[in-house]
């Protein structure tokens, strides 16, 4: 059985480095420049022409998800909230996107080409906090005895 943060010590140094960094990557590279519009996230939602509402909206999960990074009990939860933002920002890479766009600033001519790759490390981030911290998750037993009733 591969172990999990509430019964393994290095899982959870694992778990608390997965998640502190993930939170801190998911504020300052997705929240931050989503909800203040930081050039070239405005582009790239008109792009997918869900501009500005779209923008506000996946900020908005990103934040819960990082705050629920690292809120006590709630680790498996932000774990697969990022997982499902960022498998949305890949769906949107292989799809209307590209896998390596390009986006110029008007104003500046600086040119930013935004990775696919990237959503998929942070997608694999989340999933590796929901496989260490999986006791938290709230899972049905359909009648099932549980371990201490058997």
């Given at each position: 059985?591969?172990?999990?943060?509430?019964?393994?010590?290095?899982?959870?140094?694992?778990?608390?480095?997965?998640?502190?960094?993930?939170?801190?990557?998911?504020?300052?590279?997705?929240?931050?420049?989503?909800?203040?519009?930081?050039?070239?996230?405005?582009?790239?939602?008109?792009?997918?022409?869900?501009?500005?509402?779209?923008?506000?909206?996946?900020?908005?999960?990103?934040?819960?998800?990082?705050?629920?990074?690292?809120?006590?009990?709630?680790?498996?939860?932000g774990g697969v909230l990022l997982a499902l933002a960022m498998g949305g920002a890949f769906a949107s890479h292989v799809g209307p996107l590209g896998l390596f766009p390009?986006?110029?600033?008007?104003?500046?001519?600086?040119?930013?080409?935004?990775?696919?790759?990237?959503?998929?490390?942070?997608?694999?981030?989340?999933?590796?906090?929901?496989?260490?911290?999986?006791?938290?998750?709230?899972?049905?037993?359909?009648?099932?005895?549980?371990?201490?009733?058997?």
């Amino acid at each position: 059985m591969f172990p999990t943060a509430k019964t393994n010590t290095p899982a959870k140094f694992a778990s608390w480095a997965l998640q502190i960094g993930g939170a801190g990557a998911m504020i300052a590279m997705g929240a931050l420049p989503k909800l203040t519009g930081q050039f070239p996230s405005p582009m790239l939602f008109e792009q997918l022409g869900v501009e500005p509402w779209g923008r506000y909206a996946v900020g908005l999960t990103e934040l819960a998800a990082a705050v629920l990074l690292l809120v006590p009990r709630m680790h498996a939860f932000g774990g697969v909230l990022l997982a499902l933002a960022m498998g949305g920002a890949f769906a949107s890479h292989v799809g209307p996107l590209g896998l390596f766009p390009e986006f110029v600033n008007a104003e500046t001519g600086e040119t930013v080409v935004l990775p696919f790759f990237l959503s998929l490390i942070f997608l694999a981030m989340g999933a590796a906090v929901v496989l260490l911290r999986r006791d938290e998750l709230p899972v049905p037993s359909f009648g099932a005895p549980t371990p201490a009733e058997a």
